[in-house]
């Protein structure tokens, strides 16, 4: 070893100081995949939809906000899409909350929970339609009963697709909930008993605060899955009128019109939509307490 | 609330066919530290949450006074308790952690804010009220939990090893302050631990289980003193304990042999097989009139004035004792025990 090498570190263990070593090769995988699949469609969309057929380059924007046909698939999505949302997540709290601790047939239950979402929108749309349509099971049992005089509308409108949604959601937001309440250390509730909080109490002030901030994420990877619906509103939609929703629009534009500069442009204020949602509720979730909640994970 | 007793009546647990607490009895008194000792498994956390109402009992009855209060859920009987891992809310300040109880029982606002500040001031807090659980070091966190349980004045404080999750230096401190808080508050206290130490030092009386069962109820003293059975005495600090046989008996003293040795000790047993318990620190080195034993040093332990000697018997067995005297490993020596501290039970 001379004098200059052992007074300075090897290269290496400089590198290594600063996080630099070996492992990070571990990323070319990932990063490859996602330069390729990823960004390189994405902005190869994005330049795409500043090259329109005619006008200038903001001309396929200014034609979508100009026409209240493509304008007024924005509103009609997030008139399914929150909805959807809301409902899947709202429903996992309460289930999560009693799956949490050891309960008879939690496996078996759980495992019905989640078998939706191994079935793919479509598969869902052909038993909706089997067992919602006007000659499904459903309708055939209430005219049989008398219940209903005629068969009750649930598909080919927006009350399908809405079931859709929240048939191959709930197992999602259902599963991401459960992880985060089994995150939240059970002696904290006890301890809350102890000091004389009821159920609704422990619920309210210890259990939902802890919870919010991953509510607020189980939210938006709902909400994008729900936004982005396209085989639903399809099969089990109204895709003319009432639920003519912005993929649809993109979808339109693209492969039936052959315009794929403004299917893009169309997609890109798809994407624009869903992280405005995104960031109010990620604003949301920056206001509450986000530390350790106890859980041994 | 007051009371004159808190009575456990053949309070049994059972989780499918295995019994964590079979048929324990046990009487406190208003005011009285009780301390359940045993090793992890023995039942005595399952006593705990029982007691507080976070486990129910599969046979038996808990009173107080005259009131039957297992049917009672957790926040109905109002009993403090102070958790292992401390369990503060940790999306709460200090002062809102120890306010939690108070604002649930719809304490005046004024009042509550007057007594979080006393209890604060009880465990010497006050500077940290307004930080949370995570900028507190585990001592203070610790004392935060013991604040939130004594602010509501419980009948009855329940507290599941609040010690051990903390490194010693600071573990001597918090039982220090559990001893004053328990003097100046004289609040009924059940304490769960696995240390015999911490359970000695604290308590006024003892409970000893075993494998959901009791073994000995009784003071520090007796506990310590006079254990009823090997297994006590080995949790009391007996480290030595020798299988014998009884040779022969008088009284409350008996012969035994065992081990290539021949003592005398005390206890009341026929002749026939037993076991012999001795503290380390009852040995004495030299000549002594009872009891010689010559033992070879094998590993010696400083203990600061004392050391720690592992050493054997001509037999092989191995003999642990104390002393000041200086030896090494390889030294050969005479060492004694009078034999009022030879103790003999049954195997």
Known sequence: ????????????????????????????????????????????????????????????????????????????TLGIALPATFINVLASIPIAYVMRVRVRGKRLLTTILVVPITLGTVLTAQGLIMYGGPAGWLNKVLTVLGITDEPLPLIHNYTGVLLSLVITGFPFSFLLTLSYLSGIDPSLEKAAATLGANGVQRFRRITLPLLAPGLAIT?????????????SAQLVGDPANETRVISIAAYHAAFEEYDYSMGSAVAMLMAVVMLIVIGLVMAWRGTLYRGATGGKG | MTFEQLRLDGVSRSFGTAN?????????????????????????????????????LTGGSIWLDDARIDGQP???????????NYALFPHMSVRANVGFGLKMRKVARADARRRVDEALRLVQLTDHAAKFPAQLSGGQQQ???????????????????????????????MRMEIRRLH????????????????????????????DGTVQQIGTPEEVYAQPVNSYVASFMGYRNLLDVTVTGAAGSSVTVEGAGVRLSGRGSL???????????????????????????????????????????LPSGVPVYFRTDKRLAPGDTTRIGIPAERVLVFEP
């Open chain 1, 1 to 76: 070893m001379t004098a200059v090498a052992s007074a300075r570190p090897a290269l290496r263990h400089r590198l290594a100081e600063r996080g630099i070593d070996r492992t990070l090769l571990l990323l070319v995988p990932g990063l490859l995949v996602t330069a390729c699949l990823f960004l390189y469609p994405f902005l190869y969309g994005l330049q795409l939809s500043f090259a329109p057929r005619q006008g200038g380059i903001f001309a396929n924007y200014a034609r979508f906000f100009g026409d209240p046909y493509l304008r007024d698939t924005i509103w009609t």
């Open chain 2, 74 to 84: 957790p926040e109905q009987r109002g009993f403090g308790m102070v958790f292992q």
């Open chain 2, 270 to 312: 026929a002749e026939g097989p037993a076991k012999v318990a001795i503290r380390p620190e009852d040995f004495v080195i030299g000549d002594a009139a009872e009891n010689a034993l010559d033992v070879t040093v094998e590993i010696v332990e400083y203990h600061g004035r004392e050391l720690s000697i592992s050493a054997r």
């Open chain 1, 219 to 231: 939210f938006c990877l709902s909400f994008v899955m729900a936004f982005s619906v396209f085989p």
């Open chain 2, 183 to 210: 003097q100046t508050l004289g609040l009924t206290t059940v304490y769960v631990t696995h240390d015999q130490e911490e359970a000695l030092s604290l308590a006024d009386r003892l409970v000893v289980l075993r």
């Open chain 2, 20 to 56: 964590a607490l079979s048929g324990l009895d046990l009487a406190i008194a208003r005011g009285e530290f009780v301390a359940l000792l045993g090793p992890s498994g023995c039942g005595k956390s399952t006593a705990l949450n029982c007691l507080a109402g976070l486990l129910p």
């Open chain 2, 143 to 173: 004392r935060v939990a013991i604040a939130r349980a004594v602010v509501l004045e419980p009948p009855v404080v329940l507290m599941d090893e609040p010690l051990s999750n903390l490194d010693a230096k600071l573990r001597l401190e």
